[in-house]
């Protein structure tokens, strides 16, 4: 056989031992190419989930500029399923959704926007209604029929499961249904699923434990149950991620809690900010029909957004730290690098972002662009400084 030939067959064998998600025919290929952004029922509503309420949000989300500012898929999280029929297929419950799933995809889908839905790969979900195990193709042809773009897919009740295997069946029986379906897999970083989640075609995976509405430190579910998180905590955990992250495919630190009441002002900035530059989907978390302004300016800075949504794709990191200030550091398209500057301290604190840890030559001359305050700052050589609050940021584009 010549050379030319056996070339050929190797690269065919590649190709049909690869999974279908992977070959560009896949009908999950090109998605999430950007971090998803959308609403979520879980953060604010837990269990108390009905068709009126997803609908009011999903009018909320066109009506308060958030669908603008690039928001899509409104997520029913746990609790809309309440059992299966005989034949097996999942029974979305006829109190809560009388008019039936299809019926509230169609509406979502009327405004413009795309539909999200919740499951678990183990025997039930973690608020025990019936979990996918065993149904995985029937529930794919059932969220497909019912025109589903999103999946977020937990790991409740799995016993001795493999994770990777599990998410990837998952994959393969969305795929299957030949739906482009975004595939959110919800393990809480257990099994490492920034080393396989990718390969398995996850669009996103939780690098944590669930989050909580306060600023700092992990609490235990029950004695001996570790933890839910604080947003310092889902920051420090998610640091070392950043490799891992690129289009199609990212690190999720968890939904947002911005205006769920228990954190400051500040901090939700802080905690908005760092989700943006972590190039973290930004799923809200709160109830839309009823924003402060404040909380409202903070969801749909168009700025901020920017840097999560940039084309690079890359997830950011920390640069630089001494002791409670830290500067935080987001290569952008074009050359650009969004920048936090950070102080997990009390007090105001100035605080200085040198070229240096920026990759920048110290004597590039740059623009800096305050992004909260929405102001350009000038041009700048070798550094630039600000005073910070504390448990503040001040988030700056600087552009060569
Ligand atoms: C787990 C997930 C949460 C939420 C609940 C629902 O805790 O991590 O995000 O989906 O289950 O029961």
């Known amino acids: 056989?010549?050379?030319?030939?056996?070339?050929?067959?190797?690269?065919?064998?590649?190709?049909?031992?690869?999974?279908?998600?992977?070959?560009?025919?896949?009908?999950?290929?090109?998605?999430?190419?950007?971090?998803?952004?959308?609403?979520?029922?879980?953060?604010?509503?837990?269990?108390?989930?009905?068709?009126?309420?997803?609908?009011?949000?999903?009018?909320?989300?066109?009506?308060s500029g958030m669908k603008d500012a690039g928001y899509q898929y409104v997520v029913i999280d746990d609790c809309w399923q309440v059992s299966r029929d005989k034949q097996g297929n999942i029974v979305a419950d006829p109190q809560r959704f009388?008019?039936?799933?299809?019926?509230?995809?169609?509406?979502?889908?009327?405004?413009?926007?795309?539909?999200g839905i919740y499951s678990d790969a183990g025997s039930k979900t973690c608020a025990g209604r019936p979990g996918g195990l065993g149904h995985e193709y029937q529930d794919a042809l059932k969220y497909a029929e019912w025109?589903?773009?999103?999946?977020?897919?937990?790991?409740?009740?799995?016993?001795?499961?493999?994770?990777?295997?599990?998410y990837a069946n998952m994959r393969a029986a969305l795929d299957a249904t030949g739906r482009p379906i975004v595939l959110s897999i919800c393990e809480w970083g257990k099994h490492l699923p920034w080393l396989w989640g990718e390969e398995v075609g996850g669009n996103l995976w939780r690098t944590t434990d669930d989050i909580q509405d306060r600023w700092s430190g992990k609490k235990e579910w029950s004695p001996g149950k570790c933890c839910s998180f604080g947003v310092t905590?889902?920051?420090?955990?998610?640091?070392?991620?950043?490799?891992?992250?690129?289009?199609?495919h990212w690190n999720d630190p968890d939904m947002l809690e911005v205006g769920n009441g228990g954190m400051t002002?500040?901090?939700?900035?802080?905690?908005?900010?760092?989700?943006?530059?972590?190039?973290?989907?930004?799923i809200a978390g709160n109830d839309l029909r009823d924003m402060k302004p404040e909380i409202h300016d903070i969801l749909t800075n168009k700025e901020v957004i920017a840097v999560d949504q940039d084309a690079l794709g890359r997830q950011g990191r920390r640069v630089w730290k001494d002791g409670d200030l830290e500067v935080w550091a987001k290569a952008l398209a074009g050359g650009g690098r969004a920048v936090i500057l950070f102080n997990r301290s009390e007090t105001e604190k100035e605080i200085t972002a040198r070229w240096e840890?920026?990759?920048?030559?110290?004597?590039?001359?740059?623009s800096v662009r305050d992004l909260w305050e929405k102001k350009d700052l000038g041009k700048m050589a070798g550094k630039f400084s600000?005073?910070?609050?504390?448990?503040?940021v001040v988030m700056a584009r600087v552009r060569p």
């Open 98 to 115: 009388p008019s039936g799933i299809k019926a509230l995809a169609d509406y979502v889908h009327s405004l413009g926007l795309k539909f």
């Open 233 to 248: 905590d889902i920051i420090d955990a998610n640091a070392a991620l950043y490799s891992y992250a690129g289009p199609g």
């Open 386 to 392: 600000a005073r910070v609050a504390g448990h503040g």
């Open 357 to 366: 840890d920026l990759d920048y030559p110290e004597s590039l001359s740059a």
């Open 1 to 63: 056989m010549s050379l030319a030939r056996n070339l050929l067959l190797a690269f065919l064998g590649v190709i049909v031992s690869m999974p279908l998600w992977a070959q560009n025919s896949a009908p999950s290929a090109n998605l999430a190419l950007t971090p998803p952004m959308g609403w979520n029922s879980w953060n604010k509503f837990a269990c108390n989930v009905s068709e009126d309420m997803i609908k009011s949000m999903a009018d909320a989300m066109v009506k």
């Open 147 to 166: 025109d589903v773009d999103y999946l977020k897919y937990d790991w409740c009740n799995t016993t001795t499961q493999d994770a990777k295997a599990a």
């Open 265 to 282: 002002i500040t901090e939700y900035r802080s905690h908005f900010s760092f989700w943006a530059l972590l190039a973290a989907p930004l």
